[in-house]
Nanobody, 124 residues
Framework: QVELEESGGGTVETGGSLTLSCRTSKSTYDRYLLGWFRQAAGREREGVACINPEADLPYYAESVRDRFTISKDNAKNTVYLRMNRLTPEDTGTYYC?????????????????WGQGTQVTVSS
């Protein structure tokens, strides 16, 4: 059973920072590619960042490039999303997702498992 546990969401002011965590089991961490998506109210879920586990190569959506950083901690079976210079447009529920194919995509239908999500609210 694949379980993804997100944490780290909260409310920050514009320009602030947050770090999200996605913790999972070692078997899931070793077997699946992990990525981050977000969904704002009334909008479709969109891919934000993804990291290829074999090459440790990160990929970012254009809207977050140079502000967000995805990273991994192999000892903790955890993937992080560091978010800097946050704006109200970054507000939404952030989800960790796992994909059995080790190729980053921005299509949510390509991912097999999802966490419950963590809320990020950026006030203006």
């Amino acid at each position: 059973q694949v379980e993804l546990e997100e944490s780290g969401g909260g409310t920050v002011e514009t320009g602030g920072s947050l770090t999200l965590s996605c913790r999972t089991s070692k078997s899931t961490y070793d077997r699946y590619l992990l990525g981050w998506f977000r969904q704002a109210a009334g909008r479709e879920r969109e891919g934000v960042a993804c990291i290829n586990p074999e090459a440790d190569l990160p990929y970012y959506a254009e809207s977050v490039r140079d502000r967000f950083t995805i990273s991994k901690d192999n000892a903790k079976n955890t993937v992080y999303l560091r978010m800097n210079r946050l704006t109200p447009e970054d507000t939404g529920t952030y989800y960790c997702a796992a994909r059995s194919v080790w190729w980053c995509t921005w299509s949510s239908s390509d991912f097999n498992y999802w966490g419950q999500g963590t809320q990020v609210t950026v006030s203006s």
